[in-house]
C-alpha cells in the first residue's frame, strides 16, 4: 500500500512514543506530510528527525492537550507549515492516572477530572482545533484512540472507561453533525498492546501476558504496529465511507 496517503496532510497528536510514534512512522511511510505533536517535545523532535533522514516528511511541534492555547498553538503551527490539513490522530491520554484509578468509591476526584481532562476535554479541543481545517480543504478525517475499556466491565478504573466511553460520544457527534461535509470520525479501541517501552521496561509481568493469551482467541499479544496500520487505512481515502465507528483492533479479546 506504498504510497496510499501521497499528498495527504496529517497531524497526530500524542505522537513521542508508542502507538503515536508507530502510527506517524505507517503514515509517513506511506506517503503523507505528517506533524509529530506530543507534550514530550523531545521525544516527538528525535522521531521526526529520524523519519526525515531516511527521506519522509515529518516535523514535531509542542502540544499540551490539557490547554487550549497550546491546542490552539500546536494546530496553528501544524497548519502552516502543512499548508492545510487533510487528517488529524488525537492518540493522547493522561497513562499515569491510569495507576491511581481505583473505584467509584475510593477514587481521588483528583485523579478523576485530571484523567477527563486529558482523554476527554482534550480530545474535544483537538478536534475543534482540526475541524475548520478540515473543512475548508473540503473534507478530512479524524481519528481517535479509545479503548475496550469503554466497552467493558471492570472492577477498576472508572475513570479512563468513563472518559474512553464519553470520547466514543464525541466521536459519533462529530460523524453526525459534519458528516455531510465530507467529514469522517472514528475510534480504534486497541486491545491488550505492548509497547516497545513497556518490553523495555519490563512493566508487564509474564504472569499477566499468559493470563492475557488463556481469555483471548489469538496466538499473541498486540504490537503497536497493529494499531498504526488500522490507523493508516481509516486516515485514507479507502475508508471515506467508514464513519462513526469504534473500530475494535484486539486479536478477538472483546468481540461486538
Known sequence: MQGRLTGKRIIVIGSATGIGAATVTRLAREGARVCAADINIQGASGLAEALTASGTDV??????????????AAFA???????????????AADLKTIFADSNAVDEDLAVFDRTLTVNLRGALLCARAALPAL???????????SSGAADSA????PAYAASKSGLNALMRHIASRWGRKG????????????????????????????AFLRSTPSTRVGAVDDIAAMA??????DARWINGQVIHVNGGGLMR
Open 77 to 91: 503551527d501544524a497548519l502552516t507549515r502543512l499548508g492545510g490539513l487533510d487528517g488529524a490522530h488525537v492518540n
Open 183 to 210: 467529514i469522517t470520525a472514528n475510534c480504534i479501541a486497541p486491545g491488550f498492546v505492548m509497547t516497545p517501552e513497556m518490553i523495555a521496561g519490563g512493566q508487564v509481568p509474564p504472569s499477566l501476558l499468559d
Open 154 to 157: 471492570e472492577p477498576e478504573r
Open 232 to 237: 493508516a487505512m481509516l486516515l485514507s481515502d
Open 59 to 72: 516535523f514535531a511541534t509542542p502540544i499540551d492537550v490539557a490547554d487550549e492555547a497550546s491546542v490552539q
Open 135 to 145: 473543512l475548508e480543504a473540503g473534507g478530512g478525517a479524524i481519528l481517535f484512540t
